[in-house]
């Protein structure tokens, strides 16, 4: 196996030193301070003391922590921490960055955060390789993805195409669906998931069929939702719970 072009067996030091990871979990030294953290991983890629310096103090800047270098990892917000372990992850200006479930556990303005730094990291020509069980994120930061279950692998290909290909361009839900309605359904062939409660209905169509079903059979407890990936995920693994 090849990465960089390179062969794992004998040039796994040389592919190391191009990537960073960044783990789901919290592995910061809690005895160093922010900036601490960041140079003393930098010398593990041999960079000088005053270079490992400068790459700090500009990733801090990068991701909004200046303010906080001289603080304690365990002083921060989950946020913050996060932000931190994604810095660290980048001190080699590694050509691929690694990231396992990288805003897992935080709020909504922190993890849109993330994302706008791991965006500009693409703008800039880094590859990304993430993790995530967040639909939305994987719709907002990947060109190409693969969904997996139980180890193997279901679909894969850009958000856009599995969301056509799988669901289609809206979903329609109907709360307490009458039988009229699960007949119509049936006998359309149309695709769908009965829940009991809820009927969900993947529309190829905009509108007309959501207008036909709005008139005819639900008044109340109808709507309609543009397509998203976590439909197909759902549509795809099912509904259950997994340990």
Known sequence: MRVFGLDIAREGRRIRSRIGVCQQENNLDPELSVRQNLEVFARYFGLPARVAGDKAAELLTFMSLDHRGDAK???LSGGLMRRLMVARAL???PELLILDEPTTGLDPQSRHQVWSRLEELKHRGMTLLLTT?????????????????????LVQGTPAELIRRHVGLDVIEVAEPSSELLRFVQSSGLQHENLGHRLVIYSRERNSLYTEIGERY??????????????????LTGRALRD
């Open 218 to 235: 639900c008044r109340e407890g109808c709507t309609l939702r543009t397509a998203t990936l976590e439909d197909v995920f759902l549509k």
């Open 91 to 93: 001190i080699n200006d």
């Open 133 to 153: 069980h967040y639909m939305d994120e994987a719709a907002r930061l990947c060109d190409r993805l693969i969904i997996l279950d139980h180890g193997k692998i």
């Open 73 to 75: 990892p365990m002083e």
